[in-house]
């Protein structure tokens, strides 16, 4: 008699098989995930830093750009700096506010730690004069920066996409490693 199913060695084969199918593939998943992540954070992140420096002219106010919990990676506040006490007063008003919960690192230099300021006339404000630098947006597991969002001291914001090593990255590795 000719039998029209299949046999539960069969299913099971097919489902081991599959099993091993996902395994391998499931690394592979999980680094294009995040690296979609890391450029929509990229993205975002010039997106917001150029709509505050836009902000700032068409309000002829000073404008600051505030990390969240004093890291970029929780995301940001746009706010105007109404009351020339920058962003402790909490009466100044909050243009827009950014939160994320992909934890991508992001990491500013010096210059860039916590927050950015611009000028009315668009200029980018440090405690000494100008303020320039880069916000890397960096691997989860490795010292590198997939990209950065660069600030001029014209105010000018470029989004780059160069894949290098990273010290500050490395740091930020090794707290959320101690955090963990």
């Not at 890291?71 to 920058?86: L, P």
Request: charged share 20%.
């Amino acid at each position: 008699m000719r039998q029209n199913g299949i046999t539960l060695i069969e299913l099971l084969s097919a489902l081991a098989l599959i099993a091993i199918l996902v395994h391998l593939s499931a690394p592979a998943f999980r680094k294009l995930v995040e690296s979609a992540q890391r450029q929509e954070m990229a993205k975002q992140l010039a997106s917001g830093l150029r709509m505050a420096r836009s902000e700032a002219m068409v309000r002829h106010e000073r404008v600051i750009v505030q990390a969240i919990g004093e890291d970029w990676s929780n995301g940001w506040r746009i706010i105007v700096d109404a009351s020339g006490k920058g962003h402790e007063d909490v009466d100044n008003p909050v243009l827009l506010e950014y939160g994320t919960r992909s934890r991508v690192p992001v990491i500013g230099n010096h210059h860039l730690k916590v927050n950015v300021q611009f000028s009315s006339l668009g200029e980018p404000l440090g405690s000494k004069g100008y303020q320039l630098g880069t916000l890397h947006i960096c691997a989860k597991r490795e010292p590198v920066s997939h990209y950065q969002v660069v600030l001029a001291k014209t105010g000018r914001i470029s989004l780059r996409s160069n894949t290098d090593e990273q010290p500050l990255c490395e740091r930020r590795g090794s707290k959320q490693g101690a955090n963990a």
